[in-house]
T-cell receptor, first 110, second 113 residues
Framework: GESVGLHLPTLSVQEGDNSIINCAYS??????FIWYKQESGKGPQFIID?????DKRQGQRVTVLLNKTVKHLSLQIAATQPGDSAVYFC?????????FGKGTMLLVSP | DAGVIQSPRHEVTEMGQEVTLRCKPI?????LFWYRQTMMRGLELLIY????????DSGMPEDRFSAKMPNASFSTLKIQPSEPRDSAVYFC???????????FGPGTRLTVT
């Protein structure tokens, strides 16, 4: 789920499908991770978080998985809806502040 | 709760002018963050405050940028003089404690011509 410059990775799914958005984080000392959703023209919105003492956490229609061995984070969205279309960012924190990834664009077609 | 409030929502100014962006964090939150977002560089942390004290300003691009937090309910980000490359969306965020989830405002879209 990383990108360079103007080109965000894009995931296109059909309404009702499950979506999986991936993120590779960089700091092995990071112990807290967050997924944000950003819709066009709005600020990032908190979705779900997970601490490093867990490897899975579930919310409403969303699940975050953490694999510390390979420094990988994923967000699973069940029964994806058109309203889920947005850019999704993972963020990590080790020492003090959050470091954000470049984001992945999720496009949901009806 | 009204969430994080930012003003103005849009600002268009000419190169060389002073720009002041304003933020009201969520009541009771102890940490406040200023970010800049562009297509090329993504979301960048500029500065953050903890209990009104600047903790890390290493992300501030240069001396033209300054930020203040005179009290727990108000912060400003000032650019003087502004340049076209400062054009971006500037977000303010607050969090209840250090190293926890941050809540973002709607952003200020700045265009410097």
């Amino acid at each position: 789920g990383e990108s360079v410059g103007l080109h965000l990775p894009t995931l296109s799914v059909q309404e009702g499908d499950n979506s999986i958005i991936n993120c590779a984080y960089s700091n092995s000392a990071s112990d807290y991770f967050i997924w944000y959703k950003q819709e066009s023209g709005k600020g990032p919105q908190f979705i779900i978080d997970i601490r490093s003492n867990m490897d899975k956490r579930q919310g409403q229609r969303v699940t975050v998985l953490l694999n510390k061995t390979v420094k990988h984070l994923s967000l699973q969205i069940a029964a994806t809806q058109p309203g889920d279309s947005a850019v999704y960012f993972c963020a990590e924190t080790g020492y003090s502040t959050l470091t954000f990834g470049k984001g992945t664009m999720l496009l949901v077609s009806p | 709760d009204a969430g994080v409030i930012q003003s103005p929502r849009h600002e268009v100014t000419e190169m060389g002018q002073e720009v002041t962006l304003r933020c009201k964090p969520i009541s009771g939150h102890n940490s406040l963050f200023w970010y800049r977002q562009t297509m090329m560089r993504g979301l960048e942390l500029l500065i953050y405050f903890n209990n009104n004290v600047p903790i890390d300003d290493s992300g501030m691009p240069e001396d033209r940028f300054s930020a203040k937090m005179p009290n727990a309910s108000f912060s400003t980000l000032k650019i003087q003089p502004s340049e076209p490359r400062d054009s971006a969306v500037y977000f303010c965020a607050s969090s209840p404690r250090d190293r926890t989830e941050q809540y973002f405002g709607p952003g200020t879209r700045l265009t410097v011509t």
